[in-house]
């Protein structure tokens, strides 16, 4: 019997909530309330599309050419997006993840990253996927360094959220006081920018027409509990995404260039801006037997 291609499926659920996972990239697939989509979802068989619900470590987003320093020593990547010259979205993306608990509700997977030439560190990775009938999904992201020098780390998750309709007509509201330009290439231009007056000022909950925006965003509004959350409304329906404070950035991204162009809004958190080891910015330095772990989610609703 034939397996599909994105590896095993962990199904999850929890009052109207339902998730599946994968073993690739421990992707989150599909994720659903009521029967009505919160991503956009891929099919078994499909490797996740313009890296649909995939993890992005150990860096999110781009590095320039794949080139980056770190202590005395220079590395090279290997370019991942030939396009732009650029390595994109880290190394565990495509990867096979080992499941270490399925419950009904929740799944914890783990890899371990080996060195590579580019990235000559070793950490071992945990994602853990949790339904809560009530607060939907919780995605935990943790990283221990098993090697015996100090790595540079950073992640991202890369979810496009969905009303099941285009996202013209949608408002989107981010509560963020700053954007970072880039250039042609998605590489940061200069410094993050005040929002107020221009196409990237989302704090009011505008409609989103025919802005094109990828781009990250800082200055990041959070409430009591340290969340900064990020939201789509149109249709009568709403989808939150939120994020703890390990995550300082959020890409948003109108999916003007993948296969379903605007038909989901990509909301990424992130530990890091674009081109972070590279800028050294936001750059999380783990040490030997070191950890770090951010948590985000999903929840339909207001």
Known sequence: MSEPVTGEQYALAAGPYQAVVT??????????????????????????PAASGQLLIPWPNRIDRGRYSH??????????????????HGLVRWASWQVAEHEPDRVRLTHRLLATAGYPFRLDLEAEYSLDASGGLRVRMSARNAGTVTAPYGHGAHPYLTLGEPIDACTVTLGADRYLPVDDRMIPSGPSEDVTGTGYDLREGPVLGGRRIDNAFAGLNRDGDGRAWAVLSGGGRTV????DESHPWMEIYTADDT???????GVEPMTCP????ASGEGVVHLEPGAGFHGTWGIVAGA
């Open 23 to 48: 073993e690739s990239g421990a992707s989150l697939r599909e994720l659903t309330c009521g029967g009505r989509p919160l991503v956009l979802p891929h099919g078994v068989d499909e490797p996740a």
């Open 71 to 88: 202590g005395a020593a220079e590395h090279q990547l290997d370019v991942s997006e030939p396009a732009r010259d650029c390595a994109i």
């Open 240 to 243: 939150r995404l939120w994020a």
């Open 259 to 265: 296969p379903k162009p605007r038909e989901g809004l």
């Open 274 to 277: 674009p081109n972070a080891f």
